[in-house]
Nanobody, 128 residues
């Protein structure tokens, strides 16, 4: 059974940094794509970072150059280093996983709507 547990959210001033962690169990990275998504109040969920099973990483244009994703296969963890945080980054952040397939990419850009495995989320707040 796949389980994903996020941690590391919090409140930070504009321009600050946070590092999110996602501890995964019940899956092997070679068989899944992973991703970070976020949902702000009143907005649809959006894909932030997509990590494919070949190790390639794709960033949403809104975070490219500020956020860095990394994967630790030994500890079965996915990380998101968030730098230069802005008020518009305020959202609930979710870690998610999906078995390899076309939905990894096609659904990522529509908020991962058919992805199968989700964490409970961790809140990030950047007050204006």
């Amino acid at each position: 059974q796949v389980q994903l547990v996020e941690s590391g959210g919090g409140s930070v001033q504009t321009g600050g940094s946070l590092r999110l962690s996602c501890k995964a169990s019940g899956l092997t990275y070679s068989g899944y794509c992973m991703g970070w998504f976020r949902q702000a109040p009143g907005k649809q969920r959006e894909g932030v970072v997509l990590v494919l099973s070949d190790g390639s990483i794709r960033y949403s244009p809104s975070v490219k150059g500020r956020f860095i994703a990394s994967q630790d296969n030994v500890n079965s963890s996915l990380y998101l280093q968030m730098n230069s945080l802005q008020p518009e980054d305020t959202a609930m952040y979710y870690c998610a996983a999906e078995p390899n397939g076309r939905s990894c990419t096609t659904d990522f850009f529509v908020g991962g709507r058919h992805w199968n495995y989700w964490g409970q989320g961790t809140q990030v707040a950047v007050p204006s």
